[in-house]
């Protein structure tokens, strides 16, 4: 599934192809599944004409602001925008469109169908159950150390999006990684001293992976997490293979549902 730093990559990017400003002559659904809120009809009359403000992201939400409301794109796990050429031949995989009004489209693709979109008046309702964001100058080791004081396993714990937004599953792995703590250690369990790591650790591992697939070409989603694509994890993604630090072995543990990778050698369960 994309993660902070892929949505936020995105985001980056749409805005650099000179998204913001462009009006939405129309709204192509051909996956209609996708539309959560207003029913799909509803949508594509209501975004008809609406002019592009700006674009921000909330965890792994993507917020489109128009001139009016805010169009809410969740990729899920095979999503992903582009902007294309009207002219252009759609992909497959691209299962609807905002057509704009400089002979370019606004495309979503998603393999999977699995991805949605709302146009809301006010996002509130659906972004204030999420916890606070890693990368924002406010979120400090402090406030990290307040919300891991439960009994669960740090890493599910780090996936729950109401803890700590946009972090999923590699990201975890990464920054657990980097701060030498096991995937199976109870949250509440850690020392001051290793949150103040951890909170360092997530900081830098989502800056570096943004800053990496920001100078990558736009993304597509590979068909499984062993697939290395722009990124070079510190954790391979695969049981076995060597630890970059310690030359150990990687194992491969299903924790409340998820898989970890991580080396039992120098993380410390």
Same mark, same amino acid.
């Given at each position: 599934m994309p993660e902070l730093p892929e949505v936020e990559s995105l985001r980056r990017h749409l805005i650099k192809s000179?998204?913001?400003?462009?009006?939405? %002559?129309?709204a192509r659904l051909d996956w209609r =599944?996708? %539309?959560?809120e207003p029913d799909p009809d509803?949508? !594509?009359?209501?975004?008809?004409g609406r002019r592009v /403000?700006?674009? /921000?992201?909330? &965890? =792994?939400?993507?917020?489109?602001?128009?001139?009016? @409301?805010?169009?809410v794109v969740h990729l899920? +796990?095979?999503?992903?925008?582009? +902007? /294309? !050429?009207?002219?252009a031949e759609p992909a497959r995989t691209v299962r609807n469109a905002f057509v704009l009004d400089d002979n370019r489209e606004l495309r979503f693709h998603d393999f999977r169908k699995l991805g949605q979109m709302w146009l809301l008046a006010d996002t509130a309702p659906l972004l204030s159950r999420l916890g606070p964001e890693p990368l924002d100058t406010d979120f400090t080791a402090e406030v990290l150390q307040s919300r891991l004081q439960r009994s669960a396993p740090i890493k599910p714990l780090l996936l729950e999006q109401d803890v700590l937004a946009g972090v999923g599953n590699i990201y975890a792995d990464e920054a657990l990684w980097c701060a030498k703590i096991g995937p199976l250690r109870p949250a509440q369990e850690l020392s001051v001293e290793e949150v103040t790591r951890l909170h360092q650790c997530l900081r830098s591992v989502l800056t570096e992976a943004t800053d990496r697939l920001e100078d990558s070409p736009p993304f597509s989603w590979p068909s499984s997490e062993s697939f290395k694509g722009p990124n070079v994890f510190h954790v391979p993604r695969r049981e076995g /293979?060597? *630890?970059s630090r310690c030359g150990g072995p990687i194992s491969k543990r299903t924790i409340r549902g998820r !898989? &970890?990778?991580? *080396? @039992?050698a120098c993380q410390r369960n």
């Open positions: 000179g998204l913001v400003g462009r009006t939405i %002559v129309e =599944k996708a %539309v959560r509803t949508f !594509s009359q209501a975004i008809r /403000e700006g674009i /921000e992201r909330r &965890a =792994k939400y993507l917020l489109i602001r128009l001139d009016g @409301p805010t169009l899920r +796990m095979t999503g992903n925008l582009t +902007m /294309e !050429s009207a002219d /293979e060597i *630890c !898989s &970890a990778y991580f *080396c @039992p």
